[in-house]
């Protein structure tokens, strides 16, 4: 274990898979105890299963982060069994439809907002209601390049990222002065389920994808994640209302 976050408590939702499954295993290596949420249970319970093979501390609290109850109960869970939250990741997110606008339906449009932006939201609620009583506290929310900019065929997950950003600032603005920081990370495309559906599980489809940043690869999950590590911990602690883009250059 790196060390980075020894000793501290951290939560990921979206952790079954990609991105937040990384980050987690990561913040493990980095010395912290670990919830881990997401929808699907079984796979958290594998995540579980490895983390405390390795030697670490995990626990799992299957969560739908579109149910406000349900994400203040995950918050409660983590503090009844560690006693704090020192800092989170809200991860959890879709991509809806690739389609034009007016192809889209309103419940699709809104179901991806739910979980996007509405479920982003809940999450921080609850995450900054706890490390207010603390004193202390960080939270990286998963926004993405199309939070920055417009992304093809793709309104509802552009409008969802955009806002994730939004509140991450005005976050950092409000609870800067109570100890704690608010950021955001924007992937580009990045290895993950995801991305192979966009590329509809395509080589040449990803290849082009690919090709679009100037290091003419995707990104992987462990560099997001170091970069969230990074953000969690004390080497950043002047970072604060941040949108850490990691895009290989594609943005530029």
């Known amino acids: 274990m790196s060390g980075e976050l020894a000793g501290k408590i951290g939560l990921v939702t979206g952790a079954s898979s990609g991105i937040g499954r990384a980050t987690a295993i990561a913040m493990v290596a980095a010395g912290a ?12 319970a594998s995540l ?11 626990l799992a609290v299957p969560t739908d982060v ?3 109850t349900a994400v203040r109960a ?5 503090v009844a069994e560690y006693g704090q939250l020192d800092f989170a990741f809200n991860n959890a997110g879709i991509e809806g439809p690739s389609q034009p606008i007016s192809a889209y339906t309103l ?7 739910a979980v996007n932006t509405v479920g982003t939201f809940s999450c921080m609620k609850y995450e900054l209601a706890q490390m207010q009583s603390q004193g202390h506290g960080v939270i990286v929310n998963d926004a993405s390049v199309a939070g920055l900019r417009g992304m093809f065929r793709q309104s509802a997950y552009t409008a969802s990222k955009h806002a994730v950003i939004g509140m991450t600032k005005v976050a950092a603005l409000e609870y800067g002065s109570k100890g704690i920081r608010v950021n955001a990370v924007c992937p580009g495309f990045t290895k993950t389920d ?40 004390d080497a950043s602690s002047f970072t604060n209302g941040e949108a850490l883009v990691l895009d290989g250059g594609l943005s530029v």
């Open 33 to 44: 105890s670990v919830v881990v949420a997401a929808r699907r249970g079984p796979e958290l």
């Open 48 to 58: 579980v299963d490895e983390i405390i093979r390795s030697g670490g501390n995990s």
């Open 66 to 68: 579109t149910d406000e």
């Open 74 to 78: 995950m918050v409660e869970a983590c």
């Open 107 to 113: 419940d699709e449009f809104q179901s991806v907002l």
């Open 194 to 233: 995801m991305v192979d559906r966009l590329a509809q599980h395509d080589t040449e489809r990803e290849a082009r994808l690919a090709s679009y940043s100037p290091m003419k690869r995707l990104g992987t999950v462990e560099e997001v994640a170091a970069a969230v590590v990074w953000l969690c911990s």
